[in-house]
Each structure stands twice: as structure tokens, then as C-alpha cells.
């Protein structure tokens, strides 16, 4: 396959580079050395320059006032954000624009898109079911309430580590119904009232803030629930797909910032980037990061052209993950050791990366899951 990146493609890199490149990562302590949040929202002077630069409507049609672009596009704009820690909620909101515009009704597409596109409705996603550990779909029943005329849904259940969920304007929630059938359902950020649904603050290993989403009894409409059966597998790929990007740009932001302190930090009268065994090290990790890089491009690709293969796109997306999760603890490893002292430092960026990383590595999962995963595709197709 090609993976030669289109014009259009690439404009978005170079938009990306534009807005996050000046964008310096700073040295704040995580919550495991201060008490709270880093900070009580996203950057939003950030989230403003993307929403000018149209990044923030790559993967919304252009008769909703975007870019109509594909999840490689995205994938490379999170590939900069992530060399810098851009604190703003980019994948999930674009994923979810993209759920909307693709399996939503079309009022729902008015009354979402234009806004999202324009960065004035933030959207995000709860995706890691009721405890991180267990399928996101099956934390919440969905059943239709007998008491509302207008056929309306009734949600129970619990899903935590929602990812902006105290600052977002709409939350989409997978939801199980009593058929065995996902359905997505937008509910409304904190700013608007919704009997049955409290947020609890909880925090992530990154220092920003999450929030344990339960549900009880709590009503929405049908016009607010995406009932198309391919809805939540798409969102799910698209949302681990992008996790991949985001590992894989901060593992190269990680490599770069080890590159320059070892050509400068000296040993016996020599840079340490002369050491063979610091050379090898760093040689692996740019090993790891190809091989993230190659499967990503991969799965990304099967997303944004629907191409058939000898495996559904969840293959290629476990094979992603797979090297993804491994890849980006190694290369911070790495870096701590070839860092020194400065690994340590608090008041040195390469902590936040390290902190990010471990975030990362626990939403994807550990790699021997998808090697499972993988192992059971390959048996269902017999292709072992």
C-alpha cells in the first residue's frame, strides 16, 4: 500500500505544526506530587488556534463547515499535539464530530457539527466502561422509558475516567440495550442539568481532570441517541486508532529531547551520544517508533478507506495497540535512564512526558490483550 499522504493531508501538518510547535510543555508537578489538578480546564487559548487553523473540523462534512478529511489526517494532527502535550481534547472531540456526521439523524448533525466545528460546542467520549478493565458498551443499559411520550430512553450504570467530561458541552455514552444492541447516547456536559446523572472529579497519571460518570434513571430523547449498530465498533477503532497517534508523537517528542541532551551532556571529555551503549539504546527506540509509526499508518488507513483485508480493521487496529502501548513506555524508560539525574527532575519536562506516557500505555492496555485479540481474528478466519 501507498502511504503517501495527499495534499490536503498534509496541509493539515502543516496547519498542526503552525499551532502547536510554539507550544512549550512546562515542568508542573502530577498529582502524585501535588494535591489536585493541574489545571481546572484545557488550555482554550490552545483550543481557539486550532479551531482558527480548522483543526478541530477535519473529520466534519463540508456541508457542516469542514474539512470532510479521513482519520489519517487526524492521526497526523495528533501526532504534533502530542510532541508538545497540547492539553486540549482533540481526539475525542473529533471522533465524536465524526460519529455524528456519519451514523447521526440530521437534526442531530445541525444541531452538533457547525458548533463543534468552530470549537464552540466541545464534545468528548466515555470509553472506559464502568472500572477501565471491561468492555465500555456493556457498562450502561439503555432500555425505552414506558413513561416518556416520546419514546424516549432510560440509562443506568457507571463509566469512569471520562476524559473532560467537567468541561465538555455534550458526553456520548455507549449503552447496552436489553436486545444485546449498542446504542450512543449525547448527553449534555455539566453546565445543563440532567436528573439521574452525576459527575464525580477523579484524576488521571497525566495531572488533568477526569470525571466517574453515573447514571440513574437519567432520561434523554430519541433525538439524542445514535441507534445504528456500526456506530460504537467505528468510534471505538477511531478512538484507539488515535491513541496510537498520540503515542507514537510523544514518543518522538520524547526521542528528540534525548537526542539533544545526550550530544551535549559529556563523559570523560566526549558527548555520551558517542557511548555505543547509549548509541544502541537510542537505536532501539527509534526501532520501536517505526514499527508504531508503520501500524498506525496501517489501521489508519483501513479506517479512512474501508478497504477489505484477510482480517476485519480491529486487527489492524490490536496490532497498533499492541506496539503502541509497549513502544512508549520503553522509549520514556529509556529516556529516564539516558537522562540521568534530570529523569528525576520535577522541574525538567521529560517527567510530563513520562506521566502522559504511563496514561497513555493504561488507555490502550497492555499488549498481550491485543496479541489475544489477534490470535482469536486470526483462528475465526484460520489464517494461524
Same mark, same amino acid.
Given at each position: 500500500?501507498?502511504?503517501?499522504?495527499?495534499?490536503?493531508?498534509?496541509?493539515?501538518?502543516? +496547519?498542526?505544526?503552525?499551532?502547536?510547535?510554539?507550544?512549550?510543555?512546562?515542568?508542573?508537578?502530577? *498529582? +502524585?506530587?501535588?494535591a489536585?489538578?493541574v489545571?481546572d480546564?484545557?488550555?482554550r487559548?490552545?483550543?481557539?488556534?486550532?479551531?482558527?487553523?480548522?483543526?478541530?473540523?477535519?473529520?466534519?462534512?463540508?456541508?457542516?463547515g469542514?474539512?470532510?478529511?479521513?482519520? @489519517?489526517?487526524?492521526?497526523?494532527v495528533?501526532?504534533?499535539?502530542?510532541?508538545?502535550?497540547?492539553?486540549?481534547?482533540?481526539?475525542?472531540?473529533s471522533?465524536?464530530?465524526a460519529?455524528?456526521?456519519a451514523?447521526?439523524?440530521e437534526?442531530?448533525?445541525?444541531?452538533?457539527?457547525?458548533?463543534?466545528?468552530?470549537?464552540e460546542?466541545?464534545?468528548?467520549?466515555?470509553?472506559?466502561?464502568?472500572t477501565g478493565?471491561?468492555?465500555?458498551?456493556?457498562?450502561?443499559?439503555?432500555?425505552?422509558?414506558?413513561?416518556?411520550?416520546?419514546?424516549?430512553?432510560?440509562?443506568?450504570?457507571?463509566?469512569t $475516567?471520562?476524559?473532560?467530561?467537567?468541561? $465538555?458541552?455534550?458526553? @456520548?455514552?455507549? /449503552?447496552?440495550?436489553?436486545?444485546?444492541?449498542?446504542? !450512543?447516547?449525547?448527553?449534555?456536559?455539566p453546565?445543563?442539568?440532567? *436528573?439521574?446523572?452525576?459527575?464525580?472529579?477523579?484524576?488521571?497519571?497525566?495531572?488533568?481532570?477526569?470525571?466517574?460518570?453515573?447514571?440513574?434513571?437519567?432520561?434523554?430523547?430519541?433525538?439524542?441517541? @445514535?441507534t445504528?449498530?456500526a456506530?460504537?465498533?467505528?468510534?471505538?477503532? !477511531?478512538?484507539?486508532?488515535g491513541t496510537? /497517534?498520540?503515542?507514537?508523537?510523544?514518543?518522538?517528542?520524547?526521542?528528540?529531547?534525548?537526542?539533544?541532551?545526550?550530544?551535549?551532556r559529556?563523559q570523560?571529555?566526549?558527548?555520551?551520544?558517542?557511548?555505543?551503549?547509549v548509541?544502541?539504546?537510542?537505536?532501539?527506540?527509534?526501532i520501536d517508533?517505526?514499527?508504531?509509526?508503520?501500524?498506525l499508518?496501517?489501521a +489508519?488507513?483501513?479506517?479512512?478507506?474501508?478497504?477489505?483485508g484477510p482480517?476485519?480493521?480491529?486487527?489492524?487496529v490490536?496490532?497498533?495497540?499492541?506496539?503502541?502501548?509497549?513502544?512508549?513506555r520503553?522509549?520514556?524508560?529509556?529516556a529516564?535512564h539516558?537522562?540521568?539525574?534530570?529523569?528525576?527532575?520535577?522541574d525538567?519536562?521529560?517527567?510530563r512526558?513520562? /506521566?502522559?506516557?504511563?496514561?497513555?500505555?493504561?488507555?490502550?492496555?497492555?499488549? $498481550?490483550?491485543?496479541?489475544? @485479540?489477534?490470535g482469536?481474528?486470526?483462528?475465526?478466519?484460520?489464517?494461524?
Amino acid at each position: 500500500m501507498d502511504f503517501t499522504f495527499s495534499e490536503e493531508q498534509q496541509a493539515a501538518v502543516e +496547519a498542526a505544526k503552525a499551532v502547536f510547535t510554539p507550544v512549550a510543555p512546562d515542568g508542573v508537578p502530577s *498529582p +502524585a506530587l501535588t494535591a489536585g489538578a493541574v489545571a481546572d480546564d484545557f488550555d482554550r487559548t490552545l483550543w481557539a488556534k486550532a479551531a482558527d487553523a480548522d483543526l478541530l473540523s477535519l473529520l466534519i462534512a463540508p456541508e457542516h463547515g469542514g474539512a470532510g478529511l479521513d482519520a @489519517i489526517a487526524l492521526c497526523l494532527v495528533l501526532r504534533e499535539a502530542a510532541k508538545v502535550l497540547a492539553r486540549v481534547p482533540l481526539l475525542e472531540h473529533s471522533a465524536a464530530a465524526a460519529t455524528v456526521g456519519a451514523y447521526g439523524g440530521e437534526e442531530l448533525k445541525r444541531e452538533i457539527l457547525p458548533g463543534a466545528g468552530r470549537g464552540e460546542l466541545v464534545l468528548t467520549v466515555a470509553s472506559a466502561g464502568r472500572t477501565g478493565h471491561e468492555a465500555a458498551d456493556l457498562a450502561v443499559t439503555a432500555r425505552r422509558d414506558p413513561d416518556a411520550a416520546d419514546g424516549g430512553w432510560q440509562l443506568d450504570g457507571t463509566q469512569t $475516567a471520562v476524559p473532560w467530561a467537567l468541561n $465538555a458541552d455534550r458526553i @456520548i455514552v455507549p /449503552a447496552h440495550t436489553p436486545a444485546g444492541d449498542t446504542v !450512543l447516547a449525547l448527553l449534555p456536559g455539566p453546565a445543563t442539568d440532567l *436528573p439521574g446523572r452525576t459527575l464525580a472529579e477523579q484524576f488521571s497519571t497525566t495531572g488533568e481532570r477526569l470525571a466517574e460518570l453515573r447514571l440513574d434513571g437519567a432520561r434523554v430523547t430519541p433525538h439524542d441517541v @445514535i441507534t445504528d449498530p456500526a456506530a460504537w465498533p467505528r468510534l471505538h477503532d !477511531l478512538l484507539a486508532t488515535g491513541t496510537c /497517534a498520540l503515542a507514537l508523537g510523544l514518543g518522538e517528542g520524547v526521542l528528540k529531547m534525548t537526542s539533544d541532551y545526550a550530544s551535549k551532556r559529556e563523559q570523560f571529555g566526549h558527548p555520551i551520544a558517542t557511548f555505543q551503549a547509549v548509541a544502541v539504546q537510542a537505536a532501539d527506540r527509534y526501532i520501536d517508533l517505526r514499527a508504531m509509526e508503520a501500524t498506525l499508518w496501517q489501521a +489508519a488507513w483501513r479506517l479512512s478507506s474501508g478497504a477489505t483485508g484477510p482480517l476485519p480493521v480491529t486487527g489492524d487496529v490490536a496490532v497498533a495497540k499492541t506496539w503502541a502501548s509497549d513502544g512508549v513506555r520503553r522509549i520514556v524508560q529509556t529516556a529516564q535512564h539516558l537522562h540521568g539525574g534530570f529523569g528525576a527532575d520535577t522541574d525538567y519536562p521529560l517527567h510530563r512526558y513520562h /506521566a502522559w506516557a504511563k496514561h497513555l500505555e493504561l488507555s490502550l492496555g497492555p499488549a $498481550a490483550a491485543h496479541e489475544e @485479540i489477534l490470535g482469536d481474528l486470526l483462528a475465526a478466519h484460520q489464517l494461524g
